[in-house]
């Protein structure tokens, strides 16, 4: 396909690709398990999730069936801000440790990308 091919020796010229090509990367660093609080951080990430609007729709039918539209005008903005103060402490949490986990990924997948689709005189 061309245009991946395009798209591939453009990447190729960048710092980023030429940086993916020269450099070994390990991908070692994933074989080791994380630590605790890399899992904290994924739990309370999921849970933030379930939190957010689940909980929200979980308000207004309560609402609806205990007749009561403030569970639905307090509960639904504060059940709500609980998934965003979740979602920022499992961030917190993950940190440094996610980025290096997504560098080193994205910098094997642009490598892998180029070898397969850059023009073959340009890249080795």
Known sequence: ????????DRVARTEYGRKALEE??????????????VIIGLVLLGLSYLIGWPAVGLCGILAVYYHEPLILIIGGPVTYGLSWAVFGISMLLL?????????????????????????KSGVD
């Open 1 to 8: 396909m061309p245009f991946l091919k395009k798209i591939a």
């Open 24 to 37: 070994e990367i390990d991908l070692g660093y994933f074989k080791q398990a994380p630590p605790p609080k």
């Open 95 to 119: 940190g440094m440790h996610s980025y290096k986990g997504v560098d080193l990924i994205s910098r094997y997948m642009i490598r892998v990308f180029i070898k397969k689709h850059a023009d």
